[in-house]
């Protein structure tokens, strides 16, 4: 068996399928610290392979040589691209190494049906944030997964963001909320702006205003401790003008929208792990 080193110290790390949230991962990685050295990646195609070489410092390996070296492989593929992987790794993993699974609606029992007897899984929903050290990873132990594998991955995605622990059962609802919640703040920024558009104001200046309002406002959520009901309520003055524009929120059901685009999320999520429930 490899010798395991603490990770922080001669850890190597495969990211299998260097997409965007796999790039995200080795771009926030390496700005956390870690060293090129300690980081391979998989990649279907040649081209975007060398690209990443090349921007990154970091080798792109077939899906063995990668199996070979690594503590810790790091699945990021599309869940729909699973089986295939699956395929090529079951024969090459060892069973004390640890598998890290990104994937959306993938539970870990399927990752344990699949690799060798009693290796460890962890799944884990991050977010695109990651990219600039503000992730939100949720992680969950498979049942091969113990406290230490847990720890590890924690101390693996801290420099990237923050990290909680849960149930597995809460995956889904995880990846509705954090996995794909920066796309809702994106839609909605990117309608603020085109409202700036409608009223007259240029794209650059609506896109200065709206988004410097976005950070103050996450800045306020995360460091001020305050309930954003507190936060939302300062800003709407009596007889003023922000109630006016909840009023139309309100009318046009933006809450209730919410609600069931993130159930539809979830739904989704448990959809993508039904798929591969037969193999
Ligand atoms: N994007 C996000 O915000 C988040 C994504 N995730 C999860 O991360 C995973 C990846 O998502 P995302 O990065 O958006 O997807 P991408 O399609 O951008 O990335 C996946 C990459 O893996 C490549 N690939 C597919 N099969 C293999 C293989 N067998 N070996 C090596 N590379 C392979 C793909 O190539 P090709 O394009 O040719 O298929 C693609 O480049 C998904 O499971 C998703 O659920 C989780 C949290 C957030
Ligand atoms: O849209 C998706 O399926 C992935 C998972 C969470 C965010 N993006």
Do not use: W
Not at 35 to 49: G, I, N, Q, S, Y
Not at 155 to 172: F, I, N, T, W, Y
Not at 263 to 268: C, I, L, S
């Amino acid at each position: 068996m490899r010798a395991r080193g603490r990770l922080g110290r001669m850890t190597t790390i495969a990211v299998l399928g260097a997409g965007r949230i796999g790039e995200a991962l080795l771009s926030g990685l390496l700005q956390g610290g870690r060293p090129a050295a300690e980081l391979v990646f998989t990649e279907k195609h040649p081209d975007r392979a060398a690209a990443l070489s090349e921007r990154y410092g970091v080798r792109g390996l077939s899906v063995p040589d990668a199996a070979a070296c690594a503590d810790v492989l790091v699945v990021a593929v599309k869940p729909q691209d699973i089986e295939p992987l699956l395929d090529e790794l079951a024969p090459v993993v060892e069973p004390s190494t640890l598998v890290v699974s990104l994937c959306a609606g993938l539970p870990t029992s399927l990752f344990e049906k699949r690799l060798p007897e009693g290796t460890p899984v962890v799944r884990v929903m991050p977010n695109t944030p990651m990219l600039v050290g503000q992730a939100m990873s949720a992680v969950s132990a498979g049942s091969h997964a113990g406290p230490e594998h847990l720890d590890l991955v924690e101390e693996l995605l801290s420099p990237v963001g923050k990290v909680a622990r849960v149930p597995e059962s809460q995956q889904d609802a995880v990846t509705a909320l954090s996995g794909s919640g920066p796309a809702y703040f994106f839609y909605l920024v990117e309608a603020m702006i085109d409202a700036g558009i409608l009223l007259g104001i240029p794209r650059d200046l609506a896109g200065q205003l709206i988004i410097q309002s976005a950070v103050g406002a996450a800045a306020m959520l995360a460091e001020g401790g305050q309930h954003p009901v507190i936060l939302r309520e300062a800003v709407t003055s009596p007889g003023g003008t922000t109630i006016m524009a909840i009023r139309e929120l309100e009318k046009h059901g933006v809450r209730a929208a919410m609600l069931a685009a993130i159930e539809a999320a979830r739904d989704r999520s448990v959809e993508l792990g039904r798929a591969h429930e037969d193999h």
